[in-house]
C-alpha cells in the first residue's frame, strides 16, 4: 500500500468551482506539504503544516486554502477556480529521524476550464 | 533571492556516465537534495549532501561545494529506465525545500 495516498488522481472543473484535493499518509510523519508543478517550472510550495495545529503559508498561497484535519490528512482547497490553477498537484510528509526528507503523493492532475 | 539553476534537458547514450549541475543560492543553507521524477509521476529521494565531498550510492552519487554554491549528481552505466528529469533543491535557514525546474535526462541506445 502506498504511504502517501491522494485523491482525487485526475479533475477537470470550471472556472469558479469549489475543490478539495486530500492527502492522507501512512507514515506516521508530522510535516506535510503542498505543491504545484507547472512544465518548465520547478515544484512551488503552497502551504505547508509541520503539526496538526501549525499551518503556513507558501510562495504561492493566493488562490488556496488547507485544513489539517488529523495529523495524517492535509486538504488543500481551492474556493474559487480559475485556468492558471490547472497544473499537477503534489502532497509530501517529512518526518522521522531523516525529517528533511520529502515522501511524495502520486499527484492529482487539475484542469480548469 | 533564493534560486537553484539547473539545464533543462540533457542527452547521453545508454551505458556511458553523465553528470547533472546545481548551483544554488539560498537564504542560509541545510543541505542539497537530489530527486529523481519520471514523468506524470511523483519524485523519489536520491540523495542528500549536507557536507563538502562525494556521496556514491550504487549507479548514483552526488557531490556537493559549499563555497561554491555547486553540485552535480553523477549517474554511471546509464540504462533506458534512467530517462527521467532529476530535481535539485535546497534546503534553506527555515528548513524549506527551493526547488529547480529540473533536468529533463534522455538516453539513446
Known amino acids: 500500500d502506498a504511504d502517501v495516498t491522494q485523491t482525487p488522481r485526475n479533475r477537470i472543473t470550471k472556472t469558479g468551482k469549489r475543490i478539495m484535493l486530500e492527502c492522507s499518509q501512512t507514515k506516521g510523519h508530522d510535516r506535510m506539504y503542498w505543491y504545484r508543478q507547472d512544465p518548465g517550472l520547478g515544484l512551488r510550495l503552497i502551504y505547508y503544516s509541520f503539526d496538526v495545529k501549525d499551518i503556513n503559508k507558501g510562495e504561492i498561497s493566493d488562490g488556496y486554502s488547507v485544513s489539517r484535519q488529523a495529523q495524517a490528512k492535509f486538504s488543500l482547497s481551492l474556493e474559487s477556480a480559475i485556468p492558471n490553477q490547472t497544473a499537477l498537484y503534489f502532497c509530501?510528509?517529512?518526518?522521522?529521524?531523516?525529517?528533511?526528507?520529502?515522501?511524495f503523493g502520486p499527484g492529482t492532475r487539475l484542469t480548469v476550464l | 533571492g533564493q534560486n537553484i539553476d539547473q539545464p533543462t534537458e540533457m542527452t547521453a547514450t545508454e551505458g556511458a556516465i553523465v553528470q547533472i549541475n546545481c548551483t544554488y543560492q539560498t537564504s542560509g543553507f541545510n543541505g542539497l537534495f537530489w530527486y529523481q521524477q519520471h514523468a506524470g509521476e511523483a519524485p523519489t529521494f536520491l540523495s542528500y549532501n549536507v557536507l563538502d565531498g562525494l556521496e556514491e550510492k550504487g549507479r548514483f552519487s552526488s557531490f556537493l561545494s559549499r563555497s561554491k554554491g555547486y553540485s552535480y549528481l553523477l549517474l554511471k552505466e546509464l540504462q533506458m529506465k534512467d530517462s527521467a528529469s532529476y530535481l535539485c533543491?535546497?534546503?534553506?535557514?527555515?528548513?524549506?525545500?527551493?526547488w529547480g525546474a529540473g533536468t529533463k535526462l534522455i538516453i539513446k541506445p
Open positions: 533543491a535546497g534546503l534553506d535557514s527555515n528548513y524549506q525545500l527551493i
Open positions: 509530501a510528509t517529512s518526518g522521522g529521524l531523516f525529517y528533511n526528507e520529502q515522501f
